[in-house]
């Protein structure tokens, strides 16, 4: 399908994000619900069926789930069978420690299950600044017990400027674990605002992470850096931002985003618990129309890489104070500065 066929929109989201909780056993310092505790207002069991009802009506065929730590939920696993019973697969993120012999057991059992294993270096000394100490000990078990039952997981890393240098050991790590690695973009959303300036990529380790891509085009990056991919050469992965047209995500109280990374007031087109629901809110959310109609204007329009970049991540210019119609921040084009921060 066409870029131009996405830009639109399409009856269905085809990245749909769903934050089931916004507790976590761990406070990883970039995390981008800056999750912790879970509220009291988050959506029940009934609520999260009928949602999945809801969704299943629209033919959305998978579902991106994450949190906080999902697994901290106690219907965790009764949603995602309900979901695989009425025909949409999951791809489910998580830290890895909650995951014992039966968890791992119970997933191998589910052929349209994912899993995806967060881990922020490839060794304990990088990784446990992020995501806590003991954390990268408790990935790596959660990975044996899967690797144990034959489960093809995927191996999830944020590039940051400390462990651009160990992409290489990420890459065997996965493969030790017959694992896929997955490498996504820092965006300073939630508590990753606070840490972007000091753990972004520098435009040279950009540049190494584009080269990196393109060499190892069996990793998946998502829409993560597709504004790398005006140094030339397309990256592999979804090369455009399509918060609000294939894009969205619902939280755990209900509320649905353009994006993941843009949880805040401005880019809410609602909640799941108005009249109309999830599919009124999809279809004619004033911003979510809105998004479909714009293009990035601005200096980025008579780019010549305007066409394989088209102004960059929308959630990381709004977090750093850009007008939108700004280029990205980490613009190829662009000199490598420290950008302020926007406070939350
Ligand atoms: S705003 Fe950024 S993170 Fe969100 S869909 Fe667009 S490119 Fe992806
Ligand atoms: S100027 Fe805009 S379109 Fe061109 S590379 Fe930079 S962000 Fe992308």
Request: glycine residues 10%.
């Amino acid at each position: 399908m066409s870029y131009e066929l996405f830009r639109q929109g399409l009856d269905a989201p085809i990245c749909l994000t769903w934050e089931l909780t916004y507790a976590c056993n761990l406070r990883c310092v970039h995390c981008l619900s800056a999750s912790g505790e879970r509220r009291a207002d988050e959506l029940s069991t009934a609520e999260a069926r009928a949602l999945i009802d809801t969704w299943a009506a629209m033919k959305v065929f998978y579902l991106n789930v994450g949190g906080g730590e999902p697994m901290t939920r106690p219907d965790f696993f009764e949603l995602m069978d309900y979901s695989l019973a009425r025909g949409i697969g999951v791809r489910f993120s998580t830290n890895g420690t909650l995951i014992d012999e039966a968890a791992a057991a119970w997933i191998a059992a589910r052929a349209y299950l994912d899993v995806q294993i967060s881990l922020d270096g490839a060794t304990a000394a990088t990784n446990d600044p992020v995501r806590g100490t003991g954390s990268y000990q408790r990935a790596q078990r959660a990975m044996e017990l899967l690797a144990a039952q034959g489960v093809n997981f995927k191996l999830n890393a944020v590039a940051t400027r400390q462990n651009v240098g160990e992409l290489d050991q990420l890459y065997a790590l996965a493969q030790h674990y017959g694992a896929a690695l997955r490498v996504t973009r820092l965006r300073p959303a939630g508590r990753g605002v606070a840490v972007w300036q000091a753990m972004r990529p520098t435009h040279a380790q950009n540049r190494i992470l584009y080269d990196w891509l393109l060499a190892h085009p069996d990793v998946m990056t998502g829409d993560s850096f597709f504004h790398l991919s005006a140094y030339g050469q397309a990256v592999e992965g979804l090369n455009m931002c399509g918060a609000g047209r294939i894009v969205c995500c619902v939280d755990p109280v209900g509320e649905v985003y353009a994006c993941p990374f843009v949880l805040s007031p401005e880019f809410s087109g609602g909640n799941v618990r108005n009249p109309g629901g999830f599919a009124w809110l999809w279809q004619n959310a004033p911003l979510f129309k809105h998004m479909r109609e714009w293009q990035v204007g601005g200096s980025c329009q008579s780019c010549n890489a305007y066409a394989s970049c088209h102004g960059g991540c929308m959630a990381t210019k709004h977090f750093t104070g850009r007008e939108l119609d700004a280029p990205d921040p980490d613009c190829v084009f662009a000199p490598d500065e420290v950008i302020p921060l926007q406070p939350m």
